[in-house]
């Protein structure tokens, strides 16, 4: 048993090498800091590793490792980040994707900022009662898995955008790793070949998925070599044609043809009709750190200042780390975030979104007296009773690059669900979203589980679709200090919020600050849920008198993120120890 004090203070000594895997694996069955369980392996976890120069940190070693070699090659880091992204399109089918979107977030050498949206969008047949059965009902099958379910994708157009504004490398350069992926296959791993096998029956509804993602109906093992050639061609063209290899021509054609077999409102116009923007990000400060984070359609940067706003008020240190008031104020933070989330927070292409307001340290204020003034511990009375809290997978993914200039890219997309639609376009190799899924059910169903039918994000023809994507840096002083992000639905910005508060409030070191338990409020329903020995059994009981629902939960986010020594200025990549593919690369 390790002594958690002895632990800690070589810890604190070399902080910046110890590994996300030793810190688990070390204080697995050692006393925890603040009488809490101590943690242990979640999954077999990776090293951190420290680089000099550039660095990426992404959910598949082979994509990491295309990033790094394009940084080494002269590449900035968006040509990286590009870079990285094609790759995990081939090798991380479950979110890697060119048939959904995601949101990047930029900090450039001299600390100018700024956020590419290329999230998917509704089609121009949408409308807001889209996901009602022929009874008028409304049908989760509809909303979530069907060919109505997949939004007008974002990637290619957003990859495109960064490259052209802001990467120096050749375009085909950056496209070309990912071709000879797919076209000359890529080792499955173990963690690829499992989540194949469990997917398969599912894939059985979609032939060319199911042919994709299998030996002949049978699941890929361990160190079997996926080859995905209909994917190799369509990144061809992309890496040929740049965007119009995707928005026009065969694979627009493909695409087209898929949804009109299927019943799905995705036309050639529709993609024609696709542009990423650009936006100016959501900033806030946090006790001295600058936050950079993603605006609306992203609820993510938006509720993470809020939140941070709040806490900034408290001594939140002081509370201990993961007690019970701990606990106990991140939720209430976290419950009236995600309440402003679902009253306000749309595309602010079509929404009036009130995002200064939000993210006000006045607001912030007037939410800090209101908890204040609740009974000691007690959850807010406006709130409704505890109801099961659907479980949100981790079926997204987040990577973070930087370069030897500083320059900071974040990075998180998605097809939503895992695999997202489970349908592949024959012909074109690629998966498409299941992102319609993100708009609200309809109008006006609000329900205890979950489900919210607030106007701003119903489906409406080219409308974005709320997100919770958290693609977030952190600076201090015109440094660089952090790129961090993570998958999960809305646990995402959760997840987002505790690395800020671990780095800045308990100043865990990087690799302490990814791998500590995390806890995740929505609002509804009035649910909190705790990652698995999150804290002790009496804690968690202290915490349910003082009027928390408590819900335990394996996992919470796969952080992959990036942190700078301030004493040395080296990069420390951290993959999320819950996810053993998870892969830093730098030099
Ligand atoms: O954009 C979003 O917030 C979601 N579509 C992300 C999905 C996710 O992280 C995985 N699963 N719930």
């Known amino acids: 048993m390790i002594d958690f004090e002895t632990f800690a203070s070589r810890f604190r000594a070399r902080p910046w090498l110890l590994s996300a895997a030793a810190l688990l694996s070390l204080s697995a069955g050692g006393c925890g800091q603040n009488g809490q369980p101590a943690l242990e392996a979640v999954r077999s976890a990776q090293d951190v590793v420290e680089a000099e120069t550039g660095m990426v940190v992404s959910a598949y070693p082979d994509a990491s490792e295309i990033g790094t070699e394009v940084l080494r090659a002269g590449g900035n880091a968006v040509d990286a980040a590009i870079a990285t992204g094609f ?3 081939v090798t991380h089918p479950t979110a890697g994707n060119i048939g959904g979107g995601g949101f990047m977030v930029i ?9 590419l949206d290329f999230r998917e969008k509704a089609p121009l047949a949408a409308h807001p009662e889209m996901f009602l059965d022929e009874s008028g009902e409304y049908s989760a099958q509809v ?6 379910a997949v939004g007008v994708p974002g990637t290619v157009a957003g990859f495109a955008h960064a490259h052209e504004s802001y ?5 085909r350069d950056l496209v070309d790793p990912a071709v000879g992926l797919a076209r000359d296959g890529f080792v499955v791993r173990e963690r690829l070949a499992r989540s194949l096998e469990r997917m398969l029956p599912r894939f059985e509804t979609y032939p060319t998925t199911h042919a994709q993602f299998s030996k002949d109906g049978s699941p890929y093992q361990p160190g079997d070599t996926l080859v995905q050639a209909d994917l190799g061609a369509t990144l061809e063209r992309i890496r040929d044609e740049g965007r119009a290899g995707f928005y026009a021509g065969t694979t627009a054609r493909l695409l087209a043809e898929e949804m009109e077999r299927g019943g799905g409102a995705i036309t050639e116009e529709d993609l024609a009709r696709y542009q990423a923007q650009e936006r100016a990000p959501v900033t806030g400060t946090y006790r001295g750190f600058d936050v950079i984070s993603m605006p609306p359609p992203s609820s993510g940067g938006t509720a993470l200042v809020e939140m941070l706003n709040v806490l900034e008020g408290w001594d939140v240190a002081a509370m201990g780390h993961n007690s019970p008031e701990h606990a106990h104020h991140l939720v209430e933070v976290m419950r009236r975030a995600f309440r402003d989330r679902a009253t306000y927070l749309a595309d602010p292409d079509f929404a009036d979104v009130p995002v200064e307001r939000l993210t006000s340290k006045e607001y912030a204020a007037e939410l800090r007296a209101v908890v204040e003034a609740g009974q000691a511990g007690a959850s807010s009375p406006e709130d409704v009773s505890a109801a099961a809290v659907a479980p949100e997978s981790a079926e997204t993914t987040h990577y973070s690059v930087v370069d030897g200039d500083g320059m900071a890219v974040s990075v998180t997309y998605t097809l939503e669900a895992g695999y997202g639609s489970m349908i592949t376009v024959p012909g074109a190799g690629f998966l498409l979203n299941n992102e319609m899924g993100d708009f609200n ?3 006006g169903l609000t329900t205890e589980t979950g489900l919210i039918g607030t106007e701003p994000n119903l489906a409406r023809p080219e409308q974005r679709m709320l997100s919770s994507m958290t693609p977030t840096i952190l600076a201090r002083d015109g440094a660089l200090v952090a790129v961090v992000g993570s998958p999960g639905g809305r646990t995402i910005i959760n997840t987002v919020l505790q690395i800020v508060v671990n780095t800045v409030d308990f100043e865990m070191a990087p690799a302490q600050a990814v791998a500590s338990r995390r806890l995740h409020h929505q609002w509804l329903p009035n649910v909190v849920r705790l990652e698995e020995r999150y804290m002790s059994a009496e804690d968690a009981a202290v915490l349910e008198e003082m009027g928390h629902a408590i819900d335990w939960r394996s996992s919470q986010g796969i952080a992959h993120c990036i942190f700078v020594d301030p004493a040395t200025g080296a990069l420390v990549g951290v993959p999320d120890p819950r996810d053993s593919d998870g892969t ?3 030099y």
Not at 107 to 115: E, V
């Open 87 to 89: 790759a995990l399109a």
């Open 107 to 115: 900090r450039f050498p001299d600390g100018r900022t700024t956020a």
């Open 143 to 148: 909303h979530h898995y069907s060919h109505l």
């Open 167 to 171: 990467g120096s490398a050749e375009w």
């Open 441 to 443: 059910a309809r109008p």
């Open 584 to 586: 830093a690369a730098g």
